[in-house]
């Protein structure tokens, strides 16, 4: 049952929570599967193009700049969560539904796989549409200079700073989400996801998906230096590093503390 609005679930009845809903998630059929994953990129890239005009001329300085960014950012998650769809790195948590046994690891790479070509669909489509509706243009350009600046800087970062900063922000978005299940009203979930979202976005962290629109948002605008092989080589490493983060330092822990039994692994099969 639902907590009380005023009220949260306790942790081992959260990381229950969560592992059923990552059997649901792994259950679901192709077609939602795909078209929530479409939902899921647009609705990051629309978190990521608030973000860009939110930070564009910003005379607060380096932190508080960075803060406000990150509040921006945080409509993604927030329409992710609260209005439904399915985000690659959120789908983490159904590591912790394969640990108990209720997801083979078949189910899992087969969601994280629809789901992550979704969400680049979805982040890539948005992108076409924002630069398509001239939104760069506002700012007298500005805009435009702010989004070539941000991809710029990600296609420079070596892989390993790359794959390290997707491990420290998938921990954040999925203690984001974590927190959003804990959650018994819409309020509640949203003010779970912003803290955790700022924390990610103002500490310089890595999120692939978000990566998917504002890379090619930058190619479209013609950036110079911001090449495909360069976005295809920062794409691999922040996504293994998102994985790292969200499900393996963060999903297995919880599992491991909350749902383990005795004796038991992630690997072990039933009756084993």
Same mark, same amino acid.
């Given at each position: 049952?639902?907590?009380?609005?005023?009220?949260? !679930?306790?942790?081992?009845? #959260?990381?229950?929570?969560?592992?059923?809903?990552?059997?649901?998630?792994?259950?679901?059929?192709?077609?939602?599967?795909a078209?929530?994953?479409?939902?899921?990129?647009?609705?990051?890239?629309?978190?990521? &193009?608030?973000?860009?005009?939110?930070?564009?001329g =910003?005379? #607060?300085?380096?932190?508080?700049?960075r $803060?406000? @960014?990150? #509040?921006?950012? =945080?409509l993604?998650?927030i329409?992710?969560?609260?209005?439904?769809?399915?985000? $690659?790195?959120?789908? =983490?948590?159904?590591?912790?539904?394969? +640990? %108990?046994?209720?997801?083979?690891?078949?189910q899992?790479?087969? *969601?994280? &796989?629809?789901?992550?070509?979704?969400?680049l669909?979805?982040?890539?489509?948005?992108?076409?549409?924002?630069?398509?509706?001239?939104?760069?243009?506002?700012?007298?350009?500005?805009?435009? %200079?702010?989004?070539?600046?941000?991809?710029?800087?990600?296609?420079?970062?070596?892989?390993?700073?790359?794959?390290?900063? @997707?491990?420290?922000?998938?921990?954040?978005? !999925?203690? +984001?989400?974590?927190? =959003?299940?804990?959650a018994?009203s819409?309020?509640?979930?949203i003010? +779970?996801?912003?803290? /955790?979202?700022?924390? $990610?976005?103002?500490?310089?962290?890595?999120?692939?998906?978000?990566?998917? !629109?504002?890379? /090619?948002? &930058?190619?479209?605008?013609?950036? %110079?230096?911001v090449?495909?092989?360069g $976005?295809?080589? *920062?794409?691999?490493s922040?996504?293994?590093? *998102?994985?790292?983060?969200?499900?393996?330092?963060?999903g297995?822990?919880?599992?491991?503390? !909350?749902?383990?039994?005795?004796d038991?692994?992630?690997?072990t099969?039933?009756?084993?």
């Amino acid at each position: 049952m639902a907590p009380h609005p005023l009220d949260a !679930y306790p942790p081992d009845q #959260l990381a229950a929570l969560v592992a059923q809903v990552g059997v649901r998630k792994a259950g679901l059929l192709l077609l939602q599967t795909a078209t929530l994953g479409v939902l899921a990129g647009a609705f990051i890239a629309l978190g990521a &193009a608030f973000y860009t005009i939110t930070v564009t001329g =910003s005379g #607060l300085g380096f932190g508080p700049t960075r $803060f406000v @960014g990150g #509040l921006a950012f =945080s409509l993604g998650l927030i329409l992710v969560i609260v209005g439904g769809a399915e985000l $690659f790195t959120g789908n =983490s948590l159904i590591v912790m539904a394969w +640990a %108990e046994q209720r997801a083979t690891m078949g189910q899992l790479l087969r *969601n994280w &796989a629809i789901v992550y070509v979704a969400n680049l669909a979805g982040a890539v489509g948005t992108a076409l549409l924002v630069h398509a509706a001239g939104v760069l243009d506002l700012g007298d350009g500005a805009t435009a %200079e702010t989004a070539v600046a941000i991809a710029q800087a990600k296609v420079a970062l070596d892989p390993a700073t790359a794959f390290f900063r @997707g491990v420290l922000c998938n921990v954040l978005v !999925y203690l +984001a989400i974590w927190l =959003s299940f804990a959650a018994g009203s819409a309020a509640g979930k949203i003010l +779970a996801i912003v803290i /955790p979202i700022i924390a $990610f976005v103002a500490l310089g962290f890595e999120h692939s998906v978000a990566n998917m !629109y504002l890379v /090619p948002l &930058a190619m479209l605008a013609g950036a %110079e230096g911001v090449m495909l092989d360069g $976005f295809v080589i *920062n794409l691999i490493s922040v996504t293994l590093g *998102n994985i790292v983060g969200g499900g393996l330092l963060v999903g297995l822990v919880y599992w491991a503390v !909350y749902l383990r039994h005795p004796d038991q692994s992630p690997t072990t099969a039933d009756g084993d």
